[in-house]
């Protein structure tokens, strides 16, 4: 290369580094800022079209000021019944509280369990407290501790809130350190450099805070939605995926440099040549699947969707600007103290690798038998596997307060007390509505809302609220069998017009939703992860056959998941939203590795043919892939320090997925099918008929 060709190939690396590092400098601080326009309101998350959706419209006509009500609990110290001044004691120290910070209006009287052994009374909050809640939950907590001879609890949608924002309080720190630190640590046991580690780490923060920034200014001016799960699922996507595809990058420029004797501009000319297009449609699959989300009809799915595919686009520019800019002007140094040798046919791989390959080679059929056979005795567990909404009592791992309180007002109030079913029916009907609604199985009592200081009725719009208390727990199976029990029973009623919402109501139409969203979203996944790959492989049957064996580690994953949440975890069931996040993230993802594999076979049949071709290919993106896996399913897997049911959830699929898909399905079972097939695999391409 010429001196000035020199030169112009070194300043325009330098220029791309420094534009990067204006935007980790400028934008990086977003990471931690994207919180602010975070919302972990659940309401703000229903299904659009549920009747529950509706009813929380309609409840805004019988609010005379919103609020955000704390139940407070009181239960005698050492177990028995409450002293007998406790209820004039409890009431008083609710009154005290009219008038305090944060509290809306007066809070009710304490009224006794029929067992004799509880009190309850409801403060309302106001509901943009936001920070402040904290506080004024320890205010009222105070106050109602200090009634004589009884033990205070505060539950409901207040003390959920506060424990939700505790939980989420890692996901600005915690979570970015520990998945930071995880990724840096097997790096630099991976692959024994001091610098290629910490390039890459810096090339996925730089992503990371150019996706935060982006979703903040979106978030800010309400085009997109995010909440504290999309929150953190962002910060792991962002930087697993952009480990991901610098790591394939990093890999094919090393090859390069040993084959081009060190010439740092041609060699990077040559590995982004051959790199970009596998990046391109193993990001485009992730992005475009977690689109698909915008099917759905949750409101949170639909906020994830282009979340991530922000995510993933910032991951991909920077592996295809900042590392390659980085590792131009290092050069050799960034291996250091490792140096670069060619891994093209094999010769210089880790000899595992080229063992796995003669296995596949020499006894394919018995290969792909052994580990199909293995998949399928997984996936045989999947249907055991309950996805109807994680119970109050394991929302948290750990133990949270709200939950504490939730279960001593279960224990002697019924259990929808604090969380009844809300009914909106026309008020010429309201008599009728309200005895129908009494005569239904698993209804405890139903009562007319009315002002506060009245007995009449409220009415709004000709509209009445009947406030029904359910038997058992607001987040029960069987509480939910009683919504449905009880639309049927008051959707009966001529001329009523109810409308059945609530907790429970919102939790049976989300659960109802996510399933007709799997249903929808499921095959259009699939579709466009298989468009993609015809577009790549210029090949029908092995698109095909990657898609099917993606699906079938799916299925395993969701087995061995069963199994592990309910005799390892004690989980008894998962998020209705759990199956439809893993199947995105482990098919798109999993699809990732097959195309960083296949890609690199096709490349090499061009020139060996098939079987040489794999061989080669199977051999030479080994390691990069299988270190990519385990980088990813750790990255995922620290989703785990968030002490929430559903990311712990989604971090195990992940993980083990990913993990089962890099070392069986595209280790074993994707190289011996294709060794097996032979170069049919290619049809309708031309390279079936290369010898």
Not at 82 to 90: C, F, I, K
Request: aromatic content about 6%.
């Amino acid at each position: 290369m010429s001196t000035p060709a020199r030169w112009v190939g070194r300043l325009l690396p330098l220029l791309v580094l420094v534009l990067w590092l204006a935007i980790g400098g400028g934008l990086g601080p977003y990471a931690g800022k994207l919180g602010e326009v975070a919302t972990n309101d659940q309401a703000a998350f229903l299904p659009r079209g549920a009747e529950s959706t509706q009813v929380l419209r309609a409840q805004e006509a019988f609010r005379q000021e919103e609020t955000l009500p704390v139940l407070v609990v009181w239960t005698a110290r050492g177990g028995g019944s409450v002293p007998a001044s406790a209820r004039a004691d409890a009431t008083r120290a609710l009154a005290s509280l009219q008038g305090s910070e944060g509290v809306v209006g007066a809070p009710s009287p304490a009224f006794p369990s029929e067992d004799g052994e509880a009190l309850r009374g409801v403060v309302q909050l106001r509901p943009d407290l936001g920070d402040d809640l904290a506080a004024v939950l320890e205010q009222v907590d105070a106050k109602a501790s200090g009634v004589p001879g009884t033990e205070a609890w505060l539950a409901g949608p207040a003390a959920t809130q506060a424990d939700l924002g505790d939980a989420f309080a890692g996901i600005d720190g915690l979570l970015l350190v520990v998945a930071l630190v995880t990724v840096l640590v097997i790096l630099l046991l991976v692959y024994r450099s001091v610098l290629l580690p910490l390039l890459i780490i810096i090339g996925a923060v730089f992503a990371l805070g150019l996706a935060c920034a982006v979703v903040y200014v979106l978030a800010d001016h309400g085009v997109v939605r995010v909440d504290g799960q999309v929150q953190g699922i962002l910060s792991i996507l962002v930087i697993g995926a952009a480990t991901d595809y610098a790591l394939l990058l990093a890999a094919r420029y090393r090859e390069e440099l040993a084959s081009r004797d060190g010439d740092r501009v041609p060699a990077m000319r040559a590995a982004l040549r051959q790199s970009f297009g596998p990046i391109v449609a193993s990001a485009a699959t992730v992005a475009l699947g977690l689109l698909a989300l915008l099917f759905s009809d949750l409101t949170n799915n639909r906020a994830l969707g282009p979340v991530g595919a922000i995510g993933i686009v910032c991951a991909v520019l920077s592996a295809v600007t900042f590392l390659p800019a980085a590792l131009v002007l290092l050069g050799r140094a960034a291996y250091w103290p490792a140096r670069p040798k060619a891994a093209v046919g094999g010769e210089a791989a880790h000899p595992a690798w080229r063992r796995i390959a003669a296995l596949v080679d020499r006894a394919p059929r018995k290969v792909w038998a052994a580990s199909l056979a293995a998949l399928l005795a997984c996936a045989a567990f999947s249907f055991t596997l309950d996805s109807k909404g994680v119970p109050l009592d394991e929302i948290f791992v750990n133990d949270a307060p709200s939950v504490s309180a939730q279960q001593r007002l279960s224990d002697h109030f019924p259990g929808g007390a604090g969380n009844p079913a809300v009914v909106i029916a026309d008020a010429d009907a309201a008599d009728q509505v309200r005895a129908a609604a009494e005569g239904v199985d698993g209804v405890d009592s139903a009562a007319l809302f009315a002002a506060p200081g009245s007995t009449r009725p409220l009415v709004a719009d000709g509209r009445v609220r009947i406030d029904v208390t359910l038997a058992d727990s607001a987040d029960s199976d069987a509480a939910k069998k009683t919504v449905a029990a009880l639309r049927a029973a008051l959707h009966a009623v001529p001329g009523a017009d109810a409308l059945v919402g609530g907790t429970t109501a919102q939790q049976y139409d989300t659960q109802v939703t996510a399933e007709r969203d799997r249903t929808l979203i499921v095959p259009v996944v699939l579709v466009i992860i298989l468009v993609i790959l015809v577009g790549l492989l210029r090949s029908l049957l092995l698109p095909v056959l990657l898609v099917a064996t993606v699906a079938l580690n799916f299925l395993a994953t969701l087995g061995v998941s069963a199994l592990v949440f309910e005799h390892v975890f004690g989980f008894k069931g998962t998020d209705s939203a759990v199956p439809l996040y893993g199947f995105v993230f482990l098919v798109a993802l999993g699809v990732d590795y097959n195309i960083f594999l296949m890609s690199r076979v096709r490349e090499e049949t061009e020139l060996h043919g098939t079987r040489e071709g794999l061989r080669r290919g199977l051999v030479a993106t080994g390691g990069v892939i299988t270190s990519a896996g385990v980088v990813l399913a750790a990255t995922f897997a620290a989703l785990g320090v968030i002490p929430l049911a559903f990311l712990v959830q989604i971090a195990f699929i992940v993980a083990f997925g990913v993990l089962l898909d890099t070392l069986v399905v595209r280790t074993l079972l994707v190289p011996a099918l294709v060794r097996d097939i032979g170069s049919t695999v290619w049809w309708p391409g031309a390279l079936r008929h290369r010898p």
